[in-house]
């Protein structure tokens, strides 16, 4: 059974650090793209980022890029979001997401991804 497992969210300060995790069960993922999104409630979910099956290619909202940073172990199963100089904005409930292909979207919509986690909850304040 397939099942997405996010985890590394909690409480930071502004300008802190927060590294996320994804662990996959039931999946192989050496052949999807992997995503991260975000969502603070009353919005819509935002994509965050985006990483190739490979690992090659990855893609950023323009709103974390130079301060996210996405990654994948696929020995490992996992997928990783490091966070640095976090900002309240960031705030949300972070979620990862399988994409059916091989290659990220150029554009990292929710409905281009399937098979969700619970999320985890990030919180940059003072």
């Known amino acids: 059974q397939l099942q997405l497992v996010e985890s590394g969210g909690g409480l930071v300060q502004p300008g802190g650090s927060l590294r996320l995790s994804c662990a996959v069960s039931?999946?192989?993922?050496?052949?999807?793209?992997l995503g991260w999104f975000r969502q603070v409630p009353g919005k819509e979910r935002e994509g965050v980022s985006c990483i190739s099956a490979s690992g090659s290619s990855t893609n950023y909202a323009d709103s974390v890029k130079g301060r996210f940073t996405i990654h994948r172990d696929n020995a490992k199963n996992t997928l990783y979001l490091q966070m640095n100089s976090l900002k309240p904005e960031d705030t949300a409930v972070y979620y990862c997401a399988i994409r059916g292909f091989t290659d990220c979207p150029s554009t990292i919509r929710e409905s281009y991804f399937g098979s969700w986690g619970q999320g985890t909850l990030v919180t940059v304040s003072s």
């Open positions: 039931g999946y192989t993922l050496n052949y999807y793209a």
